[in-house]
T-cell receptor, first 113, second 114 residues
Framework: SAVISQKPSRDICQRGTSLTIQCQVDSQVTMMFWYRQQPGQSLTLIATANQGSEATYESGFVIDKFPISRPNLTFSTLTVSNMSPEDSSIYLC??????????FGEGSRLTVL | GDSVTQMEGPVTLSEEAFLTINCTYTATGYPSLFWYVQYPGEGLQLLLKATKADDKGSNKGFEATYRKETTSFHLEKGSVQVSDSAVYFCALGFSSGSARQLTFGSGTQLTVLP
């Protein structure tokens, strides 16, 4: 299994500001995934972060709003830009295990006022 | 597209009761199926999985069998405990190139009362 650490674990932000979430994995992985879990909802994939190339975004998510960096095989960041209250969610980083399951970080709980 | 439909919650049971959380899926092809659990204030953890038809995944007293004929992966536990109170997510996944992406159900909140 992979150990995934996310920072911050939670934050309260003002409308219009941006927040960068960090994800550190204890082993090298090809792809890292960023999910959003809105209050009381299931998980929605935001994007897939590939090392050395642009992230691949899912329908409804754009790079200007959710820029992603992937500087090496163990680290990624997701920025939530120009935040509004609708961005209040838990943001989860995940990686794939050897047998296809996903491992998740504990999530970053974001509240936008 | 692929989708997962879960039994709506919330579900409230007394300790030692039998648990079933229904999950059905729609997919083209043969996905792997997963149950994840999210305890209060924590991230998701893989509970169990099955990768092909008739496989049974099991962990911590929970079981689920991959039923291709009914496209189902119902979660069961014979005797729940208070500590099982959590949100349970059913998910399916396919390999996409070299990695897997998952489609999640809406989640079922389980509360177990002492």
């Amino acid at each position: 299994s992979a150990v995934i650490s996310q920072k911050p674990s939670r934050d309260i932000c003002q409308r219009g500001t941006s927040l960068t979430i960090q994800c550190q994995v204890d082993s090298q992985v090809t792809m890292m995934f960023w999910y959003r879990q809105q209050p009381g909802q299931s998980l929605t994939l935001i994007a897939t972060a590939n090392q050395g190339s642009e992230a691949t975004y899912e329908s409804g998510f754009v790079i200007d709003k959710f820029p992603i960096s992937r500087p090496n095989l163990t680290f990624s960041t997701l920025t939530v830009s120009n935040m509004s209250p609708e961005d209040s969610s838990i943001y989860l980083c995940s990686v794939e295990g050897r047998t296809g399951e996903l491992f998740f970080g504990e999530g970053s709980r974001l509240t936008v006022l | 597209g692929d989708s997962v439909t879960q039994m709506e919650g919330p579900v409230t049971l007394s300790e030692e009761a039998f648990l079933t959380i229904n999950c059905t899926y729609t997919a083209t092809g043969y996905p792997s199926l997963f149950w994840y659990v999210q305890y209060p204030g924590e991230g998701l953890q893989l509970l169990l999985k099955a990768t092909k038809a008739d496989d049974k995944g099991s962990n911590k007293g929970f079981e689920a069998t991959y039923r291709k004929e009914t496209t189902s992966f119902h979660l069961e536990k014979g005797s729940v405990q208070v500590s099982d109170s959590a949100v349970y997510f059913c998910a399916l996944g396919f390999s996409s190139g070299s990695a897997r992406q998952l489609t999640f159900g809406s989640g079922t909140q389980l509360t177990v009362l002492p």
